[in-house]
Structure formats: C-alpha cells, structure tokens
C-alpha cells in the first residue's frame, strides 16, 4: 500500500498524468467543438490515427518532424472535410460517417503502412523524427512544479494552450458565438444568413484537427514510430471525456485530466495487483454513470415542464 | 400608383414529398404598405414566404425586386436586398443575452473576439429609434413572449430590412401586446418600412393594412385594396364557403352525456392557469364544438381528455362515468375514445410505414386482428382496401407508405382509423387543416355520419365555417376559459363569435358551459 | 422506379465502392487484372473458399440482424460489438468446465453467452426508455468496458500458459459445434442463423411485438399516441438484439475455434451495422448482405496471399459503401425528376 502512495504522489506521476492527458485532451477538444455545433463526431478514434501515420511518413520522408506534424494535422482535416462532404452536404448520416472514418483508417493505415514501409505492423523502417521536448528555463528549477511542468514535449504545452484557446474561441469570439448558436437552434443561426453548414463544416474541420493533434502527439511524441492500432481507443474516451464535462470546455479538460489520471495510475495499481485491463474501463464506466446522472436529472426536469 | 418594390411571379413549390404548397401564385408589394397575406392554415402563406426569405428553393416562377430579376438561395441573399423576416416560432438562441441574439452572424468585434459593448450600444439605440424597449444584456431565455417579439422585428431592423415579413405575429401576443405591436408597425411605416402582414385574423387585417393577397389551397384567390373589400368577401374567398361547407344535418336524437368534464382546471409549469375550471358535457349523437384562437386552452384541453397532462389537473373528465383525467392514453383509447391529432406528421401517422401498418395502430391488440402473438394480415389487407374505398385515398394500395402521399389523403387515411373502429367518443382536433377541399368534404360528412351512429364528437377547429357548420353545440374558449356557448351554432354570426374568440365579449352570469347543457336537458 | 430507388442506390454504391477498389489495385499492383481477378474470382474458386465465406458471413448475420433490430426500433444502439465478444467469451468459459454430452454441452454454452448478451444489452435499453439517456454513447461505453472485463476474465483467469500467446485453456471436444459440409468448416451456426433470420423476419412483419417495434422506431411520438408503451418496447428490443448479438458471439468462439483467442474486439459489431445499412433494416436481406461482405473479404485475403495488395484494402471499399449508401442525397436530383413527374401527372 505504502509504495502505491508514493507512487501516486511522486512528481514521476503527476508528469505521467499530464503526458498521457495530451492525446485525450486534444481529441476532447475537437468533440467539444463539434458537439458544441450540433454534430456528433464519433470519427475521432480514426481521424487519430490517420494523424499519427500521416506524421510518421511525412516526417521521415521530409526529415523534418514540423513538416510531419503540418502533415498530420492537414491529413486529419481533410478527413474531415471528406466527413463533412458526406454528411453535411450529401447527408450521409454523421454517426454512420463516423463508423465510416474509423473503419476506414483502421485498415487504411496498415495498408498504407505497408505500401510505404512493406510492414503491416509498425514503422520502424521509416527514420520518423520527434517533436522536441521543453525544457522551460526559471520554471524548470522550481521545487516540485519544475519536475511536473518542465520538460514536455511541445505538444503538451500546445494542448494546454489550446484549452484557453478553445475556451476564448466558444465564448468570445464571432466564430464561437455562431458555432454555439448553430448547436443551440440552427434555425434561429440559419434566419440571420448565417450558414449552418458552413459553420458545421468549420466545426468538424477543428475537431479533425484537434484529432489529428492527438494522433501526431502519440507517433511523434508519446512513442517515435507508428503502430497498428495505436491509438487503442483514445478517441472514444476523448468522447467521453466531453461527454462527461457536460459540454463545457472547463468540464471536458477536467474529465479529460481524471481520464489521462487513471491511465497513468494503472501502472501504480498494478502494483497492488489490480488488473490494468479493469482500470483501462474506468474512464467508460465514470461516463456511463455521468450520463446516467445527467439524463434522470434532466428527465425529471422535464416531467415537470410537461405540457406548457 | 406607387411602384412594386417585390414581386413574385406565377411560384410553384412542390416539396420532395410530392406535396404542392403553391401554386401559380403571383403576390407583389408597394413601396410603404403594409400587406395583409391572409389565409388559412397550409393555404401556403408560409411557404410562400419562405421562398422570399430565401428559406426554400421555388420549383418554378420567378422574384423580381425593384423590377430585377434576384434569386434567393438562403437568407442571407434576402437579408442583403433588405429583407427581414419574423418568424412565428422565434429565431433567437435561449441561451444567448439579448445583445448576442442581436449582433448573432454580424458581431462587431474588437481584435479577435466580439466587442460586447458595442453591441449592447447599438441594440440600445436602435431600440430607442422605434420605441421597442428591450434590455439588451437580459438573457434570451427569461424573457416574455412580446418583448422576444420585439427583438426579432429589432434584429430584423438591425440588419437594414426594409421589407418586413411578419408571420402571425398576433398569434401569441395578449390584446394589449398585440395593440403595441400595431403602434409601431404604423410607426415603421411612416419611416417607408414595407410590411407583409401574414395573419388569418379578419379584424387586425382590417385595422392596420392596406391591401391583401388571399391564399387558398396554395394558390392565390385575388389581391384588393383593403379600402375595396369587405370581411366577409375575404372569408369568402379564404374558406370558399360558398363551395363547400352547405351539409343536410339529419335530426339528431341525443341521447346521455358520454363525455362529462367538470371543474377541469390545469395550472401549467409556468404557473399560468392553462385550463380555468371547464364545464362540459357530450351526448350520444352530438357534435360539441370549441372555437377560439390557437394557444388559449384547447390543446391543453385535449392534452387532459387524452393522457397528455400528468398532475396539476382539478376537477374531473368522466367518460360513461369512468374518470379518465388521471389515465394514460391507452387506457383512454381501451374506452373506446378515438382521437385525430391536430399534427398529423408528428402524432398521427408513421411516414415510412405501409397505410395498413398505420390503420391498424389503434386496434391490433384487439382479438379481431390477431391470433395471440400473431396478426392477421389477410384481415387486415382488407380492412385496409375497404377503407381506402370508402374514404377515397388516392394510393396505390395498402402496402404503400403513407408519407407518400398528400396531405390530404394522409389525412383521410388517419381519419378513417379512428373513425372506423365505432368509438363512443371521438376527439378531432384540427380534422380538416391544410387538406384539399375535397378531403375536407369527405371528412366532415363522415363526422355527420358518425353523429348518426350516436357516436359523441368533441370537435376542436380554428376553421370557423367548419366549427359553425358541424357542431350541434359551440363553445368559444378564450385565455383558457370557455366564454361562450350557443346552441344554434349555424345562426350565430362570425362576427359575434368573434368578439368572444377576441376576449371582447364573455357571457356573464350563470356558467356559460353549464347553463347550455341544462337549457338543453330541459328542451 | 421510385420504389426501387434504395435497391438502386445500394447498387450504385456497391458498384462506386468496387471501382474505386480496382483503380487503387491498378495503381499499386505490378500486375493489375490478374490481381483484380484474384480478388473477385478467389472467393469461388475452391470449395474451401466458398466454404469460407459462408463460415465468415455467420457472425455477420448475427450480428446484422441484431444491428437490423435495433436500428429498426429506431435505436442508434452500436453494442453488438461488446456483447458479441462477451457472450464469446462465457461460451468458452462453459465450454471449457463444464462437462456434458455432446449435444447438450454447446446448447448450453450458446445459451449461456445468448442470455449473458441480453441482459448486458438491456442496460442500455432501460437508460434510454426511462430516462432518454444516450443509446450511442453509452452502448460505445459499453463495449469498452466489456472489453476490459473480457480480457481480464481471459488474462486472469482462462489463459492456458502452456500455450504461446494470449489464448485459453482448450474446449472440450464435446462443446464444439458439429461441421455441416464436409471440405469446408461450416457448423451448425448456419442453421441456427439462418433459422433466428426467418424467425426475427416473421417476428417483425406479422406480430404485434413486431409490429410495436416498427411503428415505435418509425415515430415514436405515433407510437405513444396510439397506444404503444414505447418504453417497454425499447427495452425488449434491447433485449432480442443483445440475445442475438450474443448468441453470435458464442456460435463463432465455439463453430470456429478451439480456445478463446480473441485479444480485442473482434469488429464483427461494427460489421453488423454495415450489414444493416446494405440490407436496409430488412430481416432476409441481411443474408445477402453478409454473404456480400464476407465475400469481398475473403476475396481480399485471397488478393493479399497472392499478390502485392493488402488485404486492408477492404477497410476502404467499405468506408466508401457506408458514405454512399447512408446519403439521403446521394441520386436524390434523379429522384426528385421522378417525383416532379409523378406530381404533373396527377396535376
């Protein structure tokens, strides 16, 4: 029990956290802005990891792992906007796109994988670079916060970033403001001229790029090479990370932390010999009691509304 | 003569379901009027309107403004010419201030992110321009329904409207609001604001416009100066009643209350009393029929009678002395209660499923359509064929799906269910809105014939010629009270019923839904 | 022709989907039509072969059919894929400890997974029926989470360490299902698919359940309105479909395997959703639908053995059939010509 504590409160750990968070939170950010439009982008999973390769063979071919990460994140819009095509333009039914997106870069991977490398399980024939890590001076000497703040990769600090980011954009900015009025009633953006698929269009293009983020992250920053299946569900707990910060942008990087949390401590629980397979279902089993919440809390309000 | 500032030419607009919402319809405004487009429900007002707010593509016909030839394919385009539209049902975000509602797709901004400030300044002072007072950082959500009015037509303005589209905006506005409301539409059209009156109420129509386009079954049935026309010629015109609507009611014998509500008051989740202590009795063989204008009661009423409300109901609704306030709707149906929804898309029928599938909805549990666990589809093929005879359903037989057809013979076949398995009670909400004449024709001859059957009808119209014609007794309900009762429905004048649907005139002494069943008992 | 419209556009999309196939095999493959033949012809070439389309369609049918249930009823639910691997997985379990002559040993273990499928599907189902919660979200949830209790349940507590990978002790001979056609490993499961297919079919177009469920994923709001308690019907649907969902699960670990080996979710949820969408939510096509399926995929395997395109490249043709088919507007200007013509005529 002793070392479970300690390792629970090393700065190892609390450093673990926020690098395991960084796939999750991106992911989460780009359901929220999605969501947030009304759309339900359940492609986050395949859109991760068409980023994650994209950023791999780019980056070996280029030499250059910026160049990679461009790449990523352009492969991960365009996917997007092939999602957005389908379902925003000739209406193919968003969570059937997304299933389309997943299944698509599930095995779309392996095959271009293999095209470019002649391997159907990692990369590691291609001389893929990795986006630094960042030492950041002053803090890094910090007793305490400099060991879990300092030393990043650079995405990490980007993820945080961009909670402000998206936070500011959802609330204070034009865009923001018709995404939410899009979400809220299309009908009442749609009377003031703006376009709703338009704006939807932006939105998915964002979560794609947020996805995208999260895919380069864990090829060229969390591991240095691309693998089958990589992500291994990171888009789906981003879903339910969002789902569980009750759409709020504050709320999904919280749930997104207590996520990337019980990811880091199933190797601290191993130790007392808890299964990691029953601590991986922890995230989906707090978004299932979440919803469950949410939903008889909101049945009941609205029993009472009944019948205006 | 002044100059058309709009014009619309011979519009067709036909919808993917086969439905024709206008026809050949031709409609123009002039510079400054204000222009009654009068008709009624689905007579294709709003479709047409929706076409010029750039809302729906017309299948055919053409839209000129100020003699140009434009074409709208979303709002946007219409706002950029100047015009502005308010809805019936709101277009504001609930959750956004009224500010945010105002700058919503034209946000003034300060770097990256919406000056807040400025829009509050500009709502501010456009709200004083046109006296329509609003706060600006008050949310969307808490406010009443006339001051969201006021927004909408201030969002309108803000966006340099000068031809303002208002869709029934009278309809929920209380008499005082609606008096306001007319205040500053003449203000606006002191300051050349064109405005397009879309309303099915005579009497506003006559106060404030200056000429009317009337709509009937999706075409147009005559433009007139408002000067050149009287009421009655535009409901003529509007209902055709001189068409239809003429039926021979047989004697009827009625026999005991079916159907017998007492005290039924309902305060609803707003605290508003919804229903105030409704009195009112159906006999075998009688047709009881509630006017008044839409949201003053009746949907509540129905709601209580069908299993739609659950708790805050006083007072009792007995059926064949059964209660039935306090009973879901199957349990309401198991009495032999049968109901035509007012909405037939969302209630009354399944769109993808066969016309037999929505047939028998309200009676496969019964022992004569199936075996135990299994239907009988032989059985009920035929039941489906004989009633798409007898009603007339223009199909192509049983098995096709019901959203294929019109509105009116959808209608048809959701009439013939409820009609066809003898119920003690029928309830119509609406029967006849938005169908072709013919199927109106149809369908109010089989009300007639089930009242011959001694089946009890409760019939709800907002279709006066309808309501008046049909019903053996009328009640006039108004701010969720009935006000006024006749017994000789076909005699009382539009007019007068009017006065009450209007909450001008109530009957005062004695309960006016009691006093008419008494006098009738004592007849 | 209005009436055949979505046979129509299925077909275009298949058609559309294969097309596409073949310019990336042109554009990849050193010998182009000889590998295109391989992919079409391979899955008919040998009894081996077709016998393993028909054996890889079983799966697909159950949980096609599970999928068809559902969406039918109006339920965006995706759970068949944890359900499908659970019910597997307490299959195997039976079939392993469990000692019981030949017959009844697989009856059992199928029954086992099929109630253990049902009951965990019902979860779902009375989340949405009595509190309107979220059927997608929380069915994905779900399949995770029996994911990670699966591989738990297998890593802890069935994995034979004698043997070399992540795989559990051996069933016993007597729980295996019996081989239909000799030359081929087709099982008993066909039958019992083929039969549950008939069945769901009857069970959907001539009972009143069936009925109920139409008209309740049709319009709910019409479902309530005439009677219908909605809420009871969603939950037995869940019911049905996770039954279903689990006998499939358990028909495939015991027809096809002789220990429990799968390390993640086998696919064949996701699958059925695709089976749905090409059967249209219609009981008897989901036949045509998995044999489809399965065929394009062996073709695939068969493409990927003997020459120089992954196997993979399925993923993509079915990404394609999946965009196009569940396109409302996809040939809807064709459509609406027809419509415009049908309303002149009528005037």
Known sequence: ?308 | MRENVLEMRNITKVYQNGVTANRNVDFSLREGEIHALAGENGAGKSTLMKILFGMEAPSDGEILLRGEGVRFQTPQDAIEKGIGMVHQHFMLVPSFTVAENMVLGMEPKRGLGIHYEEAVRMTKALSEKYQLTVDPRAKVESLSVGMKQKVEILKALLRGAKVLILDEPTAVLTPQETEELFKQLLLLKQEGHTIVFISHKLKEVKAICDRITIMRSGTSAGVFNMADVTEQEISRLMVGRDVMLKYDKEESFYGPPVLDVKGLTYVNALDKKALSDIHLSIRTGEIVGIAGVEGNGQAELVKALTGGLDGRVQGSAKVNGSEISNLDIRSIRDLGISYVPEDRMSQGAAKEESISDNIISTRYRSREWNKGLFLKGKSIVSLAEKLIEEFKVRCSGPAQPIGMLSGGNMQKVIVARECSIDPILLIAEQPTRGVDIGAAQLIHQKLLEMRSQNCAILLISADLNEIMELSDTLYVMYGGELVAAFDKPSEVTEEELGLYMLGLKKQQGEHAGRSVTSDAQVL | MLKYFDVIRTLVSVAIALVIAFLIIAMISDQPLETISIFLLGPISTTAQIGNVVEMSIPLMFTGLSVVLLFRSGMFNLGAEGLFFISGLVAAIIAIYASMSGFIHPVAAILAGSMVGALLSVIPGIMKAKWNADVLVTSLMFNSILSGIGLYILNYHLRDAAAFSNVSFKFQETARLANLIPGTRIHTGLILVLLCIVATHYFMYHTRWGYELRMTGSNRAFAEFSGIKTARVIITVHLIAGFLAGMGGAVEVLGMYSRFQWSSLPGYGLDGALVALLAKNNPLSVVGAALFLAYIRIGADQMSIMSDVPAELVSIIQAIIILLISAEQFLKMWKNRQLLKEAEKLG
Do not use: C
């Not at chain 1, 395991?20 to 939170?25: A, F, G, K, M, Q």
């Not at chain 1, 922890?282 to 509304?305: D, H, M, N, Q, W």
């Open chain 1, 1 to 308: 029990m002793d070392s479970f504590w300690s390792v629970l409160f090393s700065t190892d750990f609390a450093f673990s956290v926020l690098r395991v968070t960084t796939p999750i939170l991106f992911a989460a950010l780009g359901a929220l802005i999605s969501n947030k439009a009304g759309i339900v982008n359940i492609g986050m999973e395949g859109t991760m990891l068409v980023g994650a390769l994209t950023g791999v063979i780019v980056s070996a071919y280029t030499g250059s792992a910026w160049i990679g990460l461009l790449g990523a994140v352009m492969s991960g819009i365009t996917l997007s906007a092939i999602l957005a095509y389908f379902t925003l333009k000739i209406k193919t039914h968003i969570i059937l796109g997304g299933i389309a997106i997943n299944m698509f870069a599930s095995g779309g991977t392996v095959f271009i994988l293999y095209l470019v490398s002649g391997d159907k399980g990692t990369s590691t024939s291609l001389q893929s670079k990795v986006l630094p890590n960042l030492h950041i001076p002053l803090l890094q000497d910090i007793p305490l916060i400099g060991p879990i703040l300092s030393g990043h990769n650079v995405l990490t600090y980007v993820s945080l970033l961009a909670v402000a980011g998206v936070y500011y954009m959802l609330k204070r900015t034009p865009l923001g403001l018709q995404i939410r009025s899009v979400g809220e009633n299309p009908q009442a953006a749609q009377s003031v001229g703006i376009s709703v698929g338009k704006i939807q269009f932006i939105a998915l293009l964002l979560s794609g790029f947020f996805a995208a983020l999260g895919g380069a992250f864990m090829s060229m920053g969390y591991l240095s090479l691309f693998s089958r299946d990589m992500t291994a569900g990171r888009g789906w707990i981003a879903i339910a990370a969002e789902a569980l910060g009750g759409g709020s942008t504050i709320g999904t990087f919280l749930a997104s932390l207590i996520f990337g949390a019980t990811n880091a401590m199933a190797n601290a629980l191993q130790i007392l010999k808890i299964p990691s397979e029953l601590i991986a279902t922890f995230p989906y089993v707090a978004t299932v009691v979440g919803l469950l919440v949410y939903a008889i809390v909101e049945s009941k309000r609205k029993k009472r509304k009944k019948g205006i």
